[in-house]
């Protein structure tokens, strides 16, 4: 919509042209906030893995990684992401079994990630929540119109 909506704007019908014009405008003042990355040098530079075989002797294998920095993005916040010289060398999920101890010594540079990142969205989260209530405004008597039709259809034997 942001890049044909004006084309499109100029093909709707008279009586919702002005207001769905209005809503492409305000279309393009909402901020995206997605594939923000966050990084920084990590505190810690080694932590362990470990991992099962699944085997029925149930042997668990503890595995050292090295990196010196860590990174969340906005697209999948529950995974951080481990590089070395920038270099990804190990993403993994935080709530996944096999990364309860690396995550043990990575959560106070991973909540300085996520604050940063809360720092840097809320302004944008604050400023698109104020246009996607315009944005209400003015759909509103169009959600109203369309309810009411609904209501009287569902209470007809015949479509009006």
Request: glycine share 4%; charged share 30%; aromatic share 8%.
């Amino acid at each position: 919509m942001r890049a044909i909506g004006d084309e499109i704007a100029g093909l709707v019908r008279r009586p919702i042209k002005n207001d769905f014009a209005e809503l492409v405008n305000l279309l393009k003042q909402l901020t995206p906030y997605t594939d923000l990355r966050f990084r920084k040098l990590s505190s810690v530079n080694r932590v362990y893995f470990f991992t099962s075989s699944g085997s029925w002797r149930k042997e668990l294998t503890i595995t050292p990684l090295h990196f010196d920095s860590i990174q969340i993005e906005t697209q999948r916040p529950y995974e951080l992401i481990l590089l070395r010289e920038g270099k990804t060398v190990k993403t993994f999920t935080i709530s996944d079994k096999e990364t309860v101890l690396a995550f043990e010594d990575l959560i106070d540079d991973a909540m300085e990630l996520y604050k940063q990142a809360m720092r840097q969205l809320k302004p944008i989260k604050e400023k698109n929540e104020e246009i996607l209530g315009k944005m209400e405004q003015i759909a509103l008597p169009w959600k109203l119109t369309e309810a009411v039709k609904e209501e009287h259809s569902l209470s007809l034997p015949f479509s009006l």
